[in-house]
């Protein structure tokens, strides 16, 4: 075999191996920045939801008198969960203020005047369009990370995640509670 033909053989194998290289961290680099772009969208409603609690928690106040500690909880946690930094803390967080939410939506029961207040509907409506939002960025954020990690674990492009520090994403999940369903009680009476 001629040496010309050796060398063009080697230079091919080399530059054929370069744009697989190339290729596939372009790959990762793309489904990191797809993971990034999603949780930026979960961040922009989950902020939108913290701004609105405040809103609540005064609307509440009106009405009511005996409920200072539940709504002190809410300002709290909302304090806390603005400075939650990951998915894991911020899922905690969340997390933490729908148990309160639903223990507070489950007192305003008692305020039937509460319930009829144009501004608390408002409120209502924005909260419920917010979690809607929320619950879409999530599932799209989740199959993006899916997607990623998947990449960051098949061969060969786990070579390569490891070669150039590509870690595993982390989900955004809901705790088991949070997220389970429960049946719908109807009453024929």
Do not use: C
Not at 59 to 66: D, E, I, L, P, S
């Amino acid at each position: 075999m001629d040496i010309n033909i050796k060398i063009a053989a080697g230079i091919t194998g080399v530059v054929i191996f370069l744009l697989l290289v190339i290729y596939i961290y372009n790959k990762l680099v793309r489904l990191r920045y797809a993971v990034k772009n999603s949780w930026s969208d979960i961040d922009v409603h989950l902020k939108k939801r913290y701004e609105l609690l405040p809103n609540l928690v005064e609307a509440v106040k009106g009405y009511t008198t005996h409920e200072n500690e539940t709504l002190a909880k809410i300002t709290q946690l909302r304090s806390s969960a603005m400075g939650a930094q990951t998915p894991h803390e911020k899922a905690r967080a969340d997390n933490i203020i729908t148990q309160t939410l639903k223990s507070l939506f489950a007192l305003v029961e008692a305020y039937p005047e509460l319930k009829a207040d144009v501004h608390y509907k408002e409120i209502m409506s924005n909260m419920k369009e917010i979690d809607d939002n929320i619950e879409h960025a999530r599932r799209f954020y989740n199959a993006s990370v899916k997607d990623y990690n998947i990449a960051t674990d098949v061969f060969p492009t786990n070579i390569m995640a490891s070669a150039f520090s590509f870690k595993p994403e982390e989900f955004f999940l809901l705790d088991d509670e949070a997220s389970e369903r429960k049946p719908v009680k109807v009453s024929f009476k």
